[in-house]
């Protein structure tokens, strides 16, 4: 059964603080992996990543997936209070057009 | 502006009715999903639709049912079989495979 699994799945720190949220993969036919922010009603859409050792960037957000070790990680550094939210991470497969979802983490900023 | 609307935002079900929730997107996409997210759960897939009239259950179907007769509409009813309806539900869009989602707002469904 295809799984994404994310740790932490809560995380308290003070802003001005660097993050590193991870995120593990188990998806058959792997496509891409998928990154979302969550902070009220919609997720929105920070980044897919489908090659391995190739770093995206956004501001102070960056991400990166091996896809031998299966996993991703999102950096966020210089937090801000905005940056409080859900995390959510995703696998897409190949064979359909479904998307599997981790746990997500939480993530608060202390100011 | 493009985008996904659902609604209503909020809703309040008594034991025993069934609800129906309503997603609309005029994105074009072909691909249409409902998601239910419950505190620490993650998203969970209720139902998909790939194209017009067609859909396929998810990881969490039972108690849910779908309809998919145009493709800018998939709404979602709860149906009284469904024994622990409240949640936040969350409808979603995809313009293909390597693309990712595009998430309406969300429907707050609460049992009274």
Redesign the interface.
């Given at each position: 059964e295809d799984k994404v699994v994310q740790s932490p799945l809560s995380l308290v720190v003070h802003e001005g603080d660097t993050v590193t949220l991870n995120c593990s993969y188990e998806v058959t036919n792997f496509r891409s992996l998928l990154w979302y922010k969550q902070e009220k009603k919609a997720p929105t859409f920070l980044f897919m990543l489908t090659s391995s050792g190739i770093e995206k960037k956004s501001g102070r957000l960056s991400s990166i997936l091996d896809k031998k070790e299966l996993s991703s990680i999102l950096n966020i550094t210089a937090t801000q209070t905005g940056d409080s939210a859900i995390y959510l991470c995703a696998g897409s497969p190949n064979r359909d057009d479904k998307i599997i979802f981790g746990k997500g983490t939480r993530l608060h900023i202390l100011p | 502006d493009g985008g996904i609307t659902q609604s209503p935002k909020y809703l309040f079900r008594k034991e025993g009715q069934n609800v129906t929730l309503s997603c609309e997107q005029n994105l074009n996409h072909d691909?249409m999903?409902w998601?239910r997210q419950d505190p620490?759960?993650?998203?969970?897939?209720i139902y998909?639709s790939?194209i017009v009239n067609d859909f396929q259950k998810?990881d969490i179907a039972e108690g849910y049912s779908v309809s998919r007769e145009k493709k800018e509409s998939f709404p979602l009813t709860v149906t009284s079989a469904q024994k622990n309806p409240t949640a936040f539900y969350?409808c979603a869009s995809?313009w293909g495979?390597?693309?990712?989602?595009?998430?309406?707002?969300?429907t707050r469904l609460t049992v009274v």
């Open positions: - | 691909a999903y998601y620490g759960q993650g998203l969970r897939l998909y790939q998810g969350l995809r495979r390597n693309y990712g989602y595009t998430f309406g707002s969300g």
